[in-house]
């Protein structure tokens, strides 16, 4: 039976998973939009198609790899936290410049002699959107593993080496006392 820890791992990537294909998807579409009407791109089309990308390249192969083999170094608590570290800030970045480049124009997505300019303010919203929610699962799950090492460490048991399915969630506290 997988423990809370495992369980709350795959949420977080499955909103990271989620969040990567509609970056990607919308990302693409936008970029071919603006390439189309302005013969431009604009960077927060390109960042978000490059973390999506990412995000798609590397989860799938950290939860694979460490479902297929175990002790591989991809699945290492310290691997994960530094991996799931950086991803969490690429998102963050992502959502912020979203909301620093599109503010002030798509502050309503109200362009009644417009479709395609409202479908491009929502589908900006969207990866917006998607963004922050892959940036707060990663973020609250690599917290939670960080803190979850962190006491397996002061409790004589370090998990930095091995993976999240091969120990319990927090060690039981040693019965030592001074």
Same mark, same amino acid.
Request: contains cysteine; glycine residues 4%.
């Given at each position: 039976?997988?423990?809370?820890?495992?369980?709350?791992?795959?949420?977080?990537?499955?909103?990271?998973?989620?969040?990567?294909?509609?970056?990607? &998807?919308? /990302? +693409?579409?936008? %970029?071919?939009? $603006?390439?189309?009407? *302005? =013969?431009?791109?604009?960077?927060? !089309?390109?960042?978000?198609?490059?973390?999506?990308?990412?995000?798609?390249?590397?989860?799938?192969?950290?939860?694979?790899?460490?479902?297929?083999?175990?002790?591989?170094?991809?699945?290492?608590?310290?691997?994960?936290?530094?991996?799931?570290?950086?991803?969490?800030?690429?998102?963050? &970045?992502? /959502? +912020?410049?979203? %909301?620093?480049? $599109?503010?002030?124009? *798509? =502050?309503?997505?109200?362009?009644? !002699?417009?479709?395609?300019?409202?479908?491009?303010?929502?589908?900006?919203?969207?990866?917006?959107?998607?963004?922050?929610?892959?940036?707060?699962?990663?973020?609250?799950?690599?917290?939670?593993?960080?803190?979850?090492?962190?006491?397996?460490?002061?409790?004589?048991?370090?998990?930095?080496?091995?993976?999240?399915?091969?120990?319990?969630?927090?060690?039981?506290?040693?019965?030592?006392?001074?």
């Amino acid at each position: 039976m997988a423990s809370w820890l495992q369980i709350c791992r795959l949420i977080a990537m499955a909103f990271a998973l989620l969040g990567g294909i509609i970056a990607v &998807a919308l /990302g +693409a579409h936008l %970029a071919s939009l $603006t390439e189309r009407f *302005f =013969q431009d791109t604009l960077t927060f !089309e390109l960042l978000s198609i490059a973390v999506g990308a990412i995000t798609l390249l590397t989860v799938p192969a950290m939860l694979v790899i460490d479902f297929l083999r175990t002790g591989a170094f991809t699945s290492m608590v310290l691997v994960e936290l530094a991996w799931l570290s950086i991803l969490w800030v690429l998102w963050i &970045a992502t /959502g +912020a410049l979203i %909301a620093d480049q $599109t503010g002030m124009a *798509f =502050q309503t997505c109200d362009f009644p !002699e417009s479709a395609l300019l409202s479908q491009a303010c929502n589908e900006t919203r969207a990866i917006e959107a998607f963004a922050f929610m892959a940036f707060i699962a990663l973020f609250l799950y690599t917290a939670t593993l960080l803190v979850v090492a962190c006491v397996h460490q002061s409790r004589g048991a370090p998990i930095w080496k091995s993976s999240v399915k091969q120990r319990a969630a927090v060690p039981p506290p040693s019965s030592s006392a001074p």
